[in-house]
């Protein structure tokens, strides 16, 4: 749920700031929502600017949906 509030929470700054981009940008929103909902991977977000290498791929790892 949290990787697609912070996706959710980015489109919507972009729209405030571009209101003249908001067709195109509603058009993007839509389809990025559908491949989020039919792909079960998309839409993994990790933020790893303070972690080693080793404790970003181990949260990578544990993060995994079986297929």
């Known amino acids: 749920m949290w990787e697609n509030l ?3 929470i980015f489109l919507q700054c972009q729209l405030r700031r571009n209101p003249s981009h908001s067709l ?3 058009v993007y929103i839509e389809f990025v929502f559908s491949k989020m909902q039919t ?3 998309i839409g993994f977000w ?3 600017s303070n972690q080693t ?4 791929a181990e949260n990578i790892l544990n993060a995994r949906k079986p297929v």
């Open 6 to 8: 912070n996706f959710w």
């Open 39 to 41: 792909t079960p991977r």
């Open 24 to 26: 195109y940008l509603s």
């Open 53 to 56: 290498p080793q404790q970003t």
């Open 46 to 48: 990790l933020d790893n």
